[in-house]
């Protein structure tokens, strides 16, 4: 549970790179932007939600962390 901040910030880091690969996947774009509206589109576009909902748990999880860390060396 006790990390550094080095180590959160590392892990903020990955969080906000599951997210904007969710955002920007290329494969779901090019469905949409080719017009194709299928099931396949759909499957595309579940799996970039799940990184997305993947990274902002990570950088989420990651501020907590911080700032529990804060509140521990003002408090401990």
Not at 49 to 63: D, E, H, P, Q, R
């Amino acid at each position: 549970m006790y990390q550094t901040k080095k180590q959160i910030y590392s892990l903020m880091k990955v969080g906000g790179m599951f997210a904007f690969v969710g955002i920007f996947c290329p494969f779901f774009w090019m469905r949409i932007l080719a017009g194709d509206y299928g099931s396949e589109t759909v499957v595309y576009g579940l799996h970039s939600a799940a990184f997305i909902g993947i990274g902002f748990v990570l950088i989420g999880k990651s501020w907590y962390d911080l700032k529990h860390i804060d509140e521990c060396t003002l408090n401990c």
